[in-house]
């Protein structure tokens, strides 16, 4: 069991202690649930009045939360930032023993570093390549002409089909597929015919991709996360589509293809952008939005109606059907 004092979890951070700086952490919980040998945090206001029974062995807060409470505090600018840093010490990454297991199938061409890992039923393809420190979780899929940075870990089950270039340090979770033909297709005498997909998938240093999320390969260029992206589970990032560092997405959001998304946006669950378009840097989208032209100052968007009852909503539906035929009718105010 790891076990951190309030002290030495402030020095450790650059935190200030405040009460009883020996009190033992095993863990960490929430305010209404945790321990007292855990540490909790409180970043929104919302939750203040928690503190008063919380049973927590410490909580991280801002200085001026802190006034009035008698409990061990570490007192901190970003509470939730110095908690997410404090809560990875009580959940190490296991390590992965070197080596390639004897199930996994690699092809001649490709080349495994000495001390990467490769787990059961991994196949690896021609001239691909997977660098130092690497995890291969089992039962990932490697086609031809991959790269793994190093240091990068694909949990389990992940999918690189071709030409997928992924930085140092990059995650990937569960049912992830990236590098899957565009989905690019022509009409020719009233049959579909499908346009080649010869690009690939740049993924930069840092990001972290979720469980089933899709990352098509470019039709003629790549397909370009910058470094420090973050998506959710169940994401579709279409062919061409440039997303900015640093850049965040939540659960089920899609990307249609050549879209150009900026830097430190963040874009809510559910939303949809539309191909050819660009979208500015600091960018906030939010949750159903649905983005049919470009953004070009920074800012937060949104689109779609909130939650109402559905007897309103049902009123409210029929006289947006009859919206355009009473602005019509409102006198123009420059006559």
């Known amino acids: ?74 007192l901190a600018r970003d ?25 996994a199938s690699i092809d001649p061409s490709a080349e495994v570093a000495a001390d990467a890992h490769v787990g059961a039923f991994v196949a690896v393809g ?3 390549r997977i660098e130092a420190g690497a995890v291969v979780g089992p039962g990932c899929v490697i086609g031809e002409d991959c790269v793994i940075g190093a240091g990068s870990e694909l949990v389990a089950r992940v999918t690189l089909v071709t030409r997928v270039r992924l930085g140092q340090r990059v995650r990937i979770h569960p049912g992830a597929v990236l ?12 049959h579909w015919i499908n346009v080649p ?16 999320t899709c990352i098509d390969r470019g039709a003629i260029e790549d397909t370009v996360l910058e470094e420090d992206v973050r998506l959710d589970n169940h994401i579709q990032i279409g062919h061409n589509a440039f997303i900015g560092a640093h850049t965040a997405m939540a659960g089920g959001v899609a990307v249609a293809g050549s879209a150009r998304i ?15 378009l660009e979208i ?7 949750a159903m939005s649905m983005v049919t032209s470009s953004i070009r100052e920074p800012g937060e968007y949104s ?25 019509r009718r409102i006198p123009r105010a420059d006559k």
């Open 1 to 74: 069991m790891t076990t951190h004092t309030a002290a030495s979890l402030a020095e450790r951070f650059g935190l200030t202690v405040r009460g009883d700086g020996n009190v033992a952490l095993h863990g960490v919980g929430t305010l209404a649930e945790a321990g007292p040998d855990q540490l909790a945090f409180l970043a929104n206001p919302k939750y203040r009045n928690q503190l008063a029974s919380t049973r927590a062995g410490a909580v991280v807060m801002k200085e001026a939360d802190a006034e009035g409470y008698e409990g061990t505090v570490l």
């Open 79 to 103: 509470p939730y930032v110095a908690f997410a840093r404090i809560s990875a010490l009580f959940a190490p990454i296991p390590e992965r023993a070197p080596g390639i297991h004897p199930s």
């Open 126 to 128: 021609a001239r691909s």
């Open 179 to 190: 590098g899957a033909a565009g989905f690019g297709i022509a009409m020719d005498n009233g």
């Open 197 to 212: 997909q010869v690009g690939g998938v740049v993924i930069g240093d840092d990001c972290d991709i979720g469980a089933n």
């Open 262 to 276: 900026g830097r430190y946006c963040m874009i809510a669950g559910m939303a949809g952008i539309a191909g050819h």
């Open 280 to 286: 500015c840097d600091r960018v906030v989208i939010t």
């Open 303 to 327: 689109s779609g109606l909130p939650l109402m009852d559905n007897r309103t909503w049902r009123r409210n539906a029929a006289r947006f059907r009859h919206l355009d035929e009473l602005a």
